[in-house]
């Protein structure tokens, strides 16, 4: 038991069921190769699972900001069930496909959007020491991945032949565009106090130290900030922008082709949600509960703050979007980058 | 050097936040709108027709379903204009409770256009609290005739029948809650930044510009114009009733928000005057069954919830009307839709539909 929280709940499995594959084929290849697909497995599996959490929980959580009750038929009082009616009402719907759409691009967007919002998940710490791949540049692959979304959703809007989708693919682009940066900068205060890119070097000086949020809390309210225009929701849910451009980029799919958009939302929730755990709230560190433990509670906790934000405020208009990230959020970034190194530089010298 | 071309964007008929079936023509520079052109007549009922082909009694459900959201205030204007024409006296006490009944019905109005803007700029939740308390006066409505929408409840020469005995006590307390629930709108809604920033400046119209195009109701108010035919005729018994006429200054989205809100505590005030200056005696007047006016015409104008809401009735001296015309305030407002729009960007389009606050059933009548 000791062990076990001395590395990690995660790890420990990990490590018992490693012994365990090597004893059964004995050949360290295969075993490797056995393991990167179970780990795969469980990623995907925490995406799926995340799917059908927060259809239900964004509903229930969505139905007591609204003062209703929620779903409360299907599966129980509770309505437990819903997200599997959700989904079996999904998969039977009918694939309508656009006259006039570019068939192979309007097809594959959907696909492409999913690659991205899940390779992310690769490099989250879940546990100390569990970390799907733990590359040195870890921070600056995840944005340039996560940037990747931009692609599909302008292929959706282009593909879709609709003009509502097509002003949705374009808001899209200049959306990404201009929260990256801000995003991008906000990160690097924290890149600059940890000295390393690697996510679980930024989790371990977190444990060690504070918590970032304490150290940077301008750039926690900016990737804030930007994490919820990543997301496409409230109050930067202009590329959806459902009582404008009715679904945006989107408006055109149906059934299990539209799942996949959904289901590559939540995946993004999910990710930013632990992007900021990760970067401010210290990650899987915390006191007495193992670090998985709290690494969900942190990210869960995350999660339910942006469905707030989101069933609270208004939507902005597309240009004051655009000026806030680019005339406060930018600059604010800079100015925070600035006095971080400086900060840096003082604390080196004494 | 590549050439940008103007395109159309045909929002509606089938569009979440055209409030039914509005179909609106914008012409697009990429997102800013360079013309906005309304086109009706996707619910045409053709309701004037209908009241000529009825007796004058027989016609008051038709007008129900003009603007659906205050049946109430429809069915005042056209019972006036028949009662003008017939010069039937209506009993006080009916005077009274068609006064309460159409400012508790102006209240749910306006509490429709604030849940429905709330909606339009994306906070959805606001439209549950709204609707939530709007349910109160549905109540009420019920209360007193049965029906929670299309209540037929004002009739020609008075009303239906008269208030049962719990109705002044309900009201009593459902009017104690409208400062609470105003507190509550203005602390979910206008404190909010992103909310302020959507409204203020957007869709600017002069007060010259609201008279060409005639606006009224709380659309002209909103420019500064203080032009309520509640005031300005004092028709009924609202002469008795002291209430302020709110008008907005810079005749933006944010004052015709404004002017609606402050409206709600307006009317608040006048039921409660009515209430508590309520006489006794008959709800309905005495006249023929079978009413036959004598022949000549009547235009007769309330202050309906969005703008003047006038009957053109022509009576040939027989039991139905010869002709009607029913002045609608929305179908008259629209008319400005292109200007809200003109310069703004696509998300303002909603916006400012939705500011006007029309209704589709009372656009295409």
Redesign the interface.
């Known amino acids: 038991m000791n062990a076990m929280l001395e590395n990690g709940v995660v790890a420990t499995v990990a490590g018992v069921l490693r012994e365990y594959l090597m004893l059964l084929f004995g050949n360290q290849f295969l075993t490797d190769l056995i393991m990167k697909f179970i780990g795969i497995g469980a990623v995907i599996g925490v995406i799926l699972s995340a799917a059908i959490v927060f259809t239900y929980a964004e509903r229930k959580v969505?139905a007591f900001?609204?003062?209703?009750l929620g779903p409360n038929r299907v599966g129980g009082r509770f309505g437990l069930l819903q997200p599997f009616a959700d989904m079996l009402k999904l998969m039977s719907k009918e694939d309508i496909i656009p006259a006039g759409c570019d068939r192979v691009v309007w097809a594959l967007s959907p696909m492409l959007l999913f690659v991205p919002s899940a390779l992310a998940y690769a490099f989250f710490p879940f546990d100390k020491g569990a970390v799907f791949a733990d590359v040195n540049v870890g921070v600056f692959l995840l944005i340039a991945i996560s940037s990747q979304a931009v692609l599909p959703f302008l292929m959706g809007g282009y593909a879709s032949n609709s003009?509502?989708a097509m002003?949705g693919g374009m808001r899209t682009v200049a959306q990404m565009l201009s929260y990256e940066a801000p995003m991008v900068f906000s990160l690097l205060g924290i890149v600059m106090l940890t000295g390393s890119l690697k996510m679980s070097d930024i989790v371990a000086v977190q444990a060690d130290n504070v918590w970032f949020v304490l150290l940077q809390p301008v750039a926690f309210v900016i990737f804030v900030i930007t994490a919820t225009a990543e997301t496409n929701r409230?109050?930067f849910?202009?590329v959806e922008?459902?009582?404008?451009?009715?679904a945006g980029a989107f408006a055109e799919y149906s059934g299990m082709r539209w799942a996949l958009f959904f289901l590559a939302e939540y995946a993004n929730l999910l990710a930013v949600s632990i992007l900021t755990t990760t970067f401010f709230l210290g990650g899987w560190s915390g006191p007495v509960l193992p670090g998985v433990v709290w690494f969900w509670l942190k990210a869960l906790f995350m999660v339910f703050f942006f469905m707030w934000l989101r069933?609270?405020?208004?939507?902005?208009?597309?240009?004051?979007m655009l000026s806030l990230s680019w005339k406060v959020l930018l600059p604010l970034a800079l100015a925070n980058v600035m006095c971080t190194g400086i900060g840096v530089y003082i604390y080196r010298w004494l | 050097m590549p050439q940008t071309e103007t395109?159309i964007?045909n929002m509606g008929p089938q569009?979440?936040?055209t409030h039914g079936v509005l179909r609106v023509n914008l012409e697009l520079d990429g997102?800013r709108i360079l013309r906005a052109t309304p086109m009706m007549g996707y619910l045409h009922r053709g309701i004037e027709k209908l009241l000529e082909a009825r007796t004058y009694v027989q016609g008051v459900p038709y007008t129900d379903r003009l603007d659906y959201v205050s049946s109430m205030n429809n069915n005042f204007g056209y019972c006036r204009a028949v009662e003008e024409l017939a010069g039937i006296e209506v009993p006080e006490r009916a005077e009274y409770i068609r006064v309460i009944m159409a400012e508790l019905n102006r209240i749910a109005s306006h509490q429709v256009f604030i849940g429905s803007l709330?909606?339009?700029?994306?906070?959805?939740?606001?439209m549950?609290?709204t609707f939530?308390d709007r349910e109160e006066i549905l109540d009420l409505f019920d209360l007193v005739c049965g029906a929670r929408m299309t209540f037929h409840y004002i009739r020609v020469g008075g009303v239906a029948r008269d208030l049962p005995p719990e109705f002044a006590e309900k009201c009593r307390k459902f009017l104690d809650r409208v400062p609470e629930f105003t507190a509550e709108y203005a602390n979910l809604l206008m404190g909010?930044e992103?909310?302020q920033?959507?409204l203020k400046g957007v869709s600017r119209l002069t007060p010259e510009q609201a008279l060409a195009h005639n606006m009224t109701g709380p659309n002209i108010r909103a420019t500064g114009i203080p032009f309520d035919i509640r005031k300005v005729d004092g028709y009924s018994v609202y002469p008795r009733f002291g209430f302020e006429v709110p008008v907005g200054e810079n005749g933006d989205n944010w004052d015709r928000f404004q002017v609606r809100f402050r409206e709600i505590t307006e009317s608040a005030r006048i039921v409660r005057q009515a209430l508590d200056g309520l006489p006794e005696g008959p709800v309905m007047a005495k006249f023929p069954k079978m009413l036959k006016p004598p022949q000549g015409e009547v235009f007769s104008r309330t202050e309906g919830t969005r703008g003047e809401l006038g009957f053109y009735i022509v009576s040939d001296g027989t039991a139905k009307p010869y002709r009607v015309h029913i002045r609608r305030p929305s179908f008259i407002n629209m008319q400005a839709l292109d200007d809200m729009c003109r310069g703004y960007?696509?998300?303002?389009?909603?916006v400012a539909f939705s500011a006007i606050d029309p209704l589709m059933g009372e656009v295409d009548c």
């Open positions: 969505c900001i609204q003062v209703r003009k509502y002003i409230t109050p849910d202009l922008g459902e009582s404008e451009i009715v069933w609270t405020l208004p939507r902005t208009r597309i240009d004051q | 395109y964007l569009h979440p936040s997102e709330a909606n339009d700029l994306g906070a959805s939740t606001g549950l609290y939530r909010n992103i909310f920033r959507r960007l696509i998300g303002d389009s909603v």
